[in-house]
């Protein structure tokens, strides 16, 4: 488990880690360069195969922090499921996700789905025929899918290589933190490697119960 500690990298030297179509993407948002806290997610993600927790201010780009390493990482994959699982508490949070990460996505053709109850059901359908790439989804759609279609539920989650999990904050106490940590510990047990976790919070105040939460 890290905290995203201080990296002492170059940051120019972790932007040409980045996949070329992710480089090109980043220049066309008009940055030169990376932010401290993405550089230092960077090398945490691909140097070390552990569970990596973000935690910076709002706004400072912890979304593309966790989310560009890991699709430099999953650009090339050819294997069947689901690369990542990015968990929110939030239909709201889901859309907005998906309206940035999409058009990159696009660019990697790396195929990108939201799954909550108000999402299109046409995308869901074909994820389910076809899993791979990433989806964005809540705790509650991934209990339904285990309790309904449990057969899909080990298709799509059976070789996951991330996990991804926004607004840690919000899952470190109470009964929906409880809940989504026996859903992680599930799908961890559908696959014979488990999916390295990265838990992204803005607002967390005492890092090492988000990292034991994070590494249950």
Known sequence: MTNSPQSGSD??????????EIRRWIWEQNSEELRDV???????????????????STASGKTE???LPILTQIADRT???????????????????????EPLCERLDIDVVRWHGDAPLAAKKKTLKNP??????????IEALFVRRPAAAYQLFGSLDFVVVDELHAF??????????SLLRRIDELSTK?????GLSATIGDL????IWLNC
């Open 11 to 20: 940051p120019s030297a972790n932007f040409n880690r980045l996949n070329a």
């Open 65 to 67: 922090a966790a989310m």
């Open 194 to 198: 488990r999916a390295r976790r990265v």
């Open 208 to 211: 090492s119960v988000a990292s």
């Open 132 to 141: 791979r790439g990433l989806a964005l989804i809540t705790p509650e759609s």
């Open 79 to 101: 294997s069947a499921g689901l690369s990542v699982l990015y968990v929110s508490p939030l239909k709201a949070l889901i859309n907005d996700q998906f309206r940035r990460l």
């Open 38 to 56: 993405q550089d230092r997610a960077i090398s945490s993600i691909f140097d070390a195969d552990i569970d990596v927790l973000i935690s910076a």
């Open 172 to 181: 470190l106490h109470g009964l929906r933190g409880l809940h989504l940590a």
